[in-house]
């Protein structure tokens, strides 16, 4: 018992440290990434390709009209766009289950929740919240693991405003089209390259 209390504490000493831990915490979050955003496209094209299948069947059942027409383009188009975040969403909550269960979760926790603590949050909304920058859906599901009601409500509100990649396109068409174009330092900053900085920081 005491060689494991030891090893356990050798094991707290390196995941807590802030430069170790920090490291260790930002590799962990490389292949949690990895493997939602390498995997999951594989099974979403699945279910994609195969919700497409049954609508192509379903549509040939059915005369044209209004109720093909809700059928293909409301129905299997509305469930479509939401089943295909599932992949992502699974696997991402397998390797938070995983960590909450081998109790490193509450050692991420402690060693984010300095930086997080200046946003009035603690570190188990550090977790979610970065998993917004790639898509807000996962990163709100995934505030079910702060145990904190008041936390696990202000980070599913604060999750939506993350700058996720869908938005990236969007701010280059508003910056092309209302920013007009000049040069702040020749060569080197733009008016539309320092406007897409701030509206994808801020």
Known sequence: DQHRATLSDR?????????????IFALLMLVIFQAVFGIAPFFSDLIESGIGEIGGW???LLPPGALRSLMLNGVFAGVGGVLVFLPQIAILFLFIAILEDCGYMSRA???MDKS????????KSFIPLLSSFACAVPGIMAARVIENRRDRFITILVAPLMSCSARIPVYVLLTSAFIPSFA???WILSSRSLVFFLMYFI
């Open 58 to 60: 379903v549509g040939g």
């Open 109 to 111: 926790a402690y060693l």
């Open 11 to 23: 094991i707290d000493h390196v995941v807590t440290h802030r430069i170790f831990g920090t490291g």
């Open 116 to 123: 997080m603590s200046a946003i009035g949050l603690n570190g």
């Open 184 to 186: 702040i330092v020749p």
